[in-house]
């Protein structure tokens, strides 16, 4: 492969609606976890939050599987992005990416997505609490400000199964050296025969977490992992008087089912709204508390969807028309709101409703 450079005010940002991704390598991290690099099939650059998401779309057998994967990758180094990813006991999309996904072969990529990023939630210090590969926005996060502000202070925390399973340990270790104030901290559960460990070992509690970082209470905190992790970490910081407006966490899982809203009812106690979908040409009657994803899909029209909770984004529609109840758990910022947008998966049409699909 010959590449042609160019500067980056040479190249506009990348678009999902417009390029693949093309991937250029595969590296493995752990026994279990593998990044993968991608640039965009025409000169493009990435535009991104540290910390922000995407959602792959994996050709699985015969149909195409969505997934969502955080970036590892930093936007201050935007030729290029990189996903880090566990393959769990029960996986499927990860599982095809550790046994298909190859150097050269083309993907497409929906997002970014998100607001977990100090970007959105900036902070004087930081504490970055994490467990196994909840760590990759935390990594995205640091690699961007070792680039764009090394002087910040960031005490970096991370839980891990043994210290072979630790994520990046090696960069981080390197990335210390020129951020003075990045202070270092591993929680491993195990330590084998072979390991040689210093460090602490067992779970998260809040005696260790004033050991790593004694100014915890000072801090900006964003924490992601398993989510018995960050409930874990959510209740210790509460009991200890944390001011949580101040805590941020990554999560793919709803917080609670979103309650349905009122649907104004005709005699016959029933309503059908008319969902057009203008990019398609159809149109379709959608049943009270019915989701537009959901019409969309008796239409024959296809929208892509990963969590289906109202979280990942991916869903997201413009709305030219009409009104929802949107019920999200956070996949949507309020700016986006404002510009029209909807997520499809939790937006029931409370009249007639027309979307750019």
């Not at 990529?109 to 100090?118: C, I, K, N, Q, T």
Request: charged share 20%; aromatic share 8%; proline share 6%.
């Amino acid at each position: 492969m010959v590449l042609s450079y160019k500067h980056l005010d040479e190249m506009k940002p990348w678009s999902d609606k417009l390029h693949l991704l093309e991937c250029l390598s595969v590296t493995p991290e752990t026994s279990d976890v593998m990044t993968f690099l991608f640039r965009s099939e025409e000169p493009n650059w990435f535009r991104y939050m540290p910390g922000q998401f995407v959602t792959l779309e994996l050709p699985v057998g015969n149909e195409v599987l969505l997934r969502t994967y955080t970036l590892s990758s930093s936007p201050s180094r935007p030729y290029a992005l990189s996903v880090t990813v566990k393959a769990q006991a029960n996986s499927i999309g990860t599982r095809w990416m550790f046994d298909n996904l190859k150097p050269g072969m083309k993907i497409r990529a929906l997002g970014p997505f998100g607001d977990f990023s100090y970007v959105k939630h900036p902070g004087d210090k930081y504490l970055f609490i994490s467990a196994g590969s909840g760590i990759t926005p935390m990594m995205s996060m640091v690699r961007d400000m070792s680039d764009r502000a090394p002087q910040s202070d960031i005490a970096f925390l991370n839980c891990s199964r043994s210290p072979s399973d630790i994520v990046f340990r090696h960069e981080l270790e390197y990335l210390a050296r020129f951020m003075p104030k990045l202070s270092l901290g591993f929680i491993v559960e195990n330590c084998g025969r072979t390991d040689l460990w210093s460090g602490l070992k067992g779970m998260v509690d809040k005696a260790k977490i004033a050991l790593l970082a004694p100014d915890f209470m000072d801090r900006t905190v964003f924490c992601c992992g398993p989510e018995p992790f960050m409930t874990a970490v959510r209740s210790l910081l509460e009991a200890s008087g944390f001011d949580m407006s101040r805590y941020h966490q990554e999560s793919f899982a709803p917080a609670a089912p979103p309650p349905l809203a009122e649907v104004i009812a005709g005699a016959d106690g029933e309503v059908l709204a008319t969902v057009t979908f203008t990019l398609a040409g159809k149109e379709a009657f959608c049943q009270p508390g019915q989701t537009i994803l959901t019409t969309a899909r008796a239409a024959g029209v296809r929208i892509g969807a990963a969590c289906e909770s109202g979280i990942c984004g991916t869903c997201r529609v413009l709305k030219l028309s009409g009104n929802v109840d949107m019920a999200h758990n956070g996949g949507i910022l309020d700016e986006e709101i404002e510009d029209g947008y909807i997520l499809a998966c939790c937006s029931r049409p409370l009249g007639d409703v027309k979307v750019e699909v």
